[in-house]
């Protein structure tokens, strides 16, 4: 059995001896210790081809992996990769190395369990780990439209750093931020794999998480936020809007910081006029958000028709049902203010922004106001503030944008 350092030149001079055997191959001793040897195989035509000879369950076996100079094998360098990636397939005899499918990633044997089997436990485990409704939602759309398309049926002991990093840097070229979101959801279901209780756990307790290593792209914090000089421009490209329902979601978010997904869900009996207080019972800090009513938000809810048998005061299209998706009458409004780059969230800073500009709120303030809990203690801070000392600061920003927007007290 011949055997040689391949490279292109002892490759270039292998020739088939018509005296020898039927089939002749060289074999590289580049690779030794991973259960199996790559080779060149010599055809009586004078066509090569690399072939990986290994072991699988004690049968022996040679692959073909293909042509000499292919698109795949256009050097030794690519075919020694190749192999390296399908002989790692062999350290548990959970892969054949023969059994890959497209791209050269391995499929797994008949119910050894998948990369989208682990994310589909993660997705169980999410409530469990207290996660808000809005991050479940966003976790099932990289789910789905990303991680499950690209990897999700590869076999999930062959998922490699290699894999993820190529996802990440192909999702990089136009969402970099989607990119590092979804390296963080494969690196926190392997890990929530690696927690769960042996008779559910789809891997062994200490394998390694494939999406630890990935180099993820800088972020900047965003800092838009709609300016005195540019509001009343916003205003009216919102009163354009037809639906009344959503012009007075979007002034509910201006008037109150809420977050979009938290506004959507409030209900009557969470708005208090008496008290003058709206109530968010369920926050992405999964804490109890109570929050002043200024005149002028009042002014915008009072305006709304309470359709009977909806408890929600953002009503939806459909009867019973509450407003959902508000991307395109959004879209609509930055295409009038020439704006494309705005989203609803901006409006959330917007608030914080104007506190700190034109009424001189207090950072305590702000952070109760918004329910910021970020830093432990800051957390502390924010737990210290009198809700009854938010009126003022609430009062005097609604009491700004009251010139700017419509819906004033004294009009109802």
């Not at 916003?234 to 002034?251: Q, T, W």
């Not at 998706?325 to 959004?330: A, D, F, I, Q």
Request: glycine content about 8%; hydrophobic content about 35%.
């Amino acid at each position: 059995m011949a055997s040689a350092n391949l490279t292109k030149a002892v490759i270039a001079g292998l020739q088939f001896n018509l005296q020898g055997p039927g089939t002749q191959v060289t074999w590289d001793t580049s690779l030794r210790g991973m259960g199996g040897t790559l080779g060149v195989r010599v055809y009586k035509s004078g066509d090569k081809s690399f072939v990986l000879s290994y072991r699988f369950r004690g049968q022996k076996k040679i692959l073909v992996l293909g042509p000499i100079g292919s698109s795949e094998y256009k050097t030794v360098q690519h075919a020694r990769r190749d192999a390296t990636t399908r002989l790692t397939a062999l350290k548990d005899d959970s892969v054949d190395p023969a059994s890959f499918g497209k791209k050269g990633k391995p499929r797994a044997l008949k119910g050894a369990p998948l990369v989208r089997d682990v994310m589909a436990g993660f997705r169980k485990g999410l409530a469990k780990l207290g996660k808000s409704p809005s991050y479940i939602v966003t976790t099932d759309a990289y789910i789905k439209n990303h991680i499950n398309p690209s990897i999700g049926n590869i076999a999930a002991d062959q998922l490699t750093l290699d894999d993820v990093t190529d996802l990440h840097e192909k999702l990089s070229k136009k969402t970099p931020v989607t990119a590092n979101r979804v390296m963080s959801a494969i690196r926190a279901a392997y890990n929530w794999d690696r927690i769960q209780r042996s008779a559910t756990r789809l891997l062994p307790v200490n394998h390694p998480n494939p999406g630890m290593g990935v180099l993820m792209n800088p972020e900047e914090s965003r800092k838009k936020w709609v300016k005195k000089n540019q509001m009343p421009d916003l205003v009216d490209a919102i009163e354009a809007e037809k639906n009344p329902y959503f012009r007075a979601f979007i002034y509910t978010l201006m008037h109150t910081g809420f977050r979009a997904g938290e506004a959507l869900k409030m209900r009557w009996a969470d708005v208090d006029f008496e008290e003058g207080a709206i109530t968010i019972p369920d926050t992405k800090n999964h804490s109890e958000h109570v929050i002043p009513v200024s005149n002028e938000l009042e002014g915008v809810l009072k305006s709304l028709d309470h359709q009977e048998g909806n408890p929600w005061v953002f009503c939806g299209a459909r009867e019973g049902e509450r407003l959902v998706n508000y991307s395109k009458p959004w879209n609509r409004i930055r295409k009038r203010i020439g704006d494309p780059d705005l989203r609803v969230h901006d409006l959330r800073r917007t608030v914080a922004s104007w506190m700190v500009n034109y009424q001189n709120a207090s950072m305590t303030e702000i952070g109760a106001v918004l329910n910021h809990k970020t830093l432990q203690t800051t957390k502390k801070v924010y737990a210290t503030v009198d809700r009854s000392g938010l009126k003022r600061p609430m009062a005097d920003h609604s009491k700004a944008l009251g010139d700017l927007l419509p819906f004033r007290r004294e009009a109802i």
